[in-house]
Structures are given as C-alpha cells and as structure tokens.
C-alpha cells in the first residue's frame, strides 16, 4: 500500500517562497497522475497543480506563473514550487496520487497534510 508524506510547510512573508515535497512509500503496480492540493479554513479543497507520469502538468488559474510542479518517476516524489507567496495562499497542502495497486484496482491516496501560512 503506498503511502504519502508532505513535508516544507511553514511560516513565510508575503512575497517569500517554500518548496514542498511529497515522498512515496510502498508498493503499487503503477501510480499514475499525481497532485497538490490545499484547503483554507472553511473551504472545500482544490486542486492546485497537477502532474502526469509523462510531465504533463496543470495547474489553477489563481497560482499560474507562482507555482511549479515537478516530478521525479524513479523515487515516485512530486515537488510544488511556491514563489510570490500572498496571503490567499494560506492553507493546509495535500499531496494526492493515482495508484494502481498490485491487485489491480485504482486508488486514491492523500497525504496527511502540510500548513502553509503565509503572513501580511
């Protein structure tokens, strides 16, 4: 079963950056597309950026231009890239996958979360 860990949360001045990092363990037939996601105090979560396993990437209109996904296939880690930090970015960030378990079926992973704070 896989498992994701967030990790490079924190405290930043608007303007500031942070990298976030997602690490897999486990074990899974494949894990398909990966994702970022966050969710403020009161608000459903939304997807931030998304990655392929081929690099296709997508992203929300409210960070394109800030924010950079990347993805490493041999360590199975996706990357979020945040610059010109404002504080409408405040939340708390999910990493998310597509697997394919071992037996075949499809599932949903999410991560345990990573708070981003961003500060005025």
């Known amino acids: 079963q896989v498992q994701l860990v967030e990790s490079g949360g924190g405290l930043v001045q608007a303007g500031g950056s942070l990298r976030l990092s997602c690490d897999s363990s486990?074990?899974?037939?494949?894990?398909?597309?990966m994702a970022w996601y966050r969710q403020a105090p009161g608000k459903q979560r939304d997807l931030v950026a998304g990655?392929?396993?081929?690099?296709?990437?997508n992203y929300a209109d409210s960070v394109k231009g800030r924010f950079t996904i990347h993805r490493d296939n041999a360590k199975n880690s996706i990357y979020l890239q945040m610059n010109s930090l404002k504080p409408d970015d405040t939340a708390v960030y999910y990493c998310n996958a597509d697997v394919t378990n071992l037996g075949g079926r499809r599932d949903a992973v999410w991560g345990q979360g990573t708070q981003v704070t961003v500060s005025s």
């Open positions: 486990g074990v899974a037939f494949s894990i398909n597309n």
């Open positions: 990655i392929r396993s081929g690099g296709d990437t």
